[in-house]
């Protein structure tokens, strides 16, 4: 299971393995938001779907 995980609104998402997830982010914190769930080519699917989300980020 991967995740596609947002740290703030000014850094694009990023697509990080369950294990590394729970290693590196608290899920009872809310300093992050999980967009998606899924294997890691729903995750690429994800986010070249949701360009606007990723793009406005980098601007």
């Known amino acids: ?3 596609v995980i947002r740290d703030s ?4 998402p990023s697509i990080i393995h369950e294990d590394h997830y729970f290693a ?3 899920p009872m914190k809310k300093d992050h938001r999980v967009e998606f ?3 890691m080519n729903q995750c690429y699917d994800f986010m070249a779907t949701h360009p606007t ?7």
């Open 1 to 3: 299971m991967y995740y």
């Open 9 to 12: 609104e000014k850094l694009p």
């Open 24 to 26: 590196w982010y608290n």
């Open 37 to 39: 769930r899924g294997t």
């Open 53 to 59: 989300q990723a793009r406005s980020q980098s601007l």
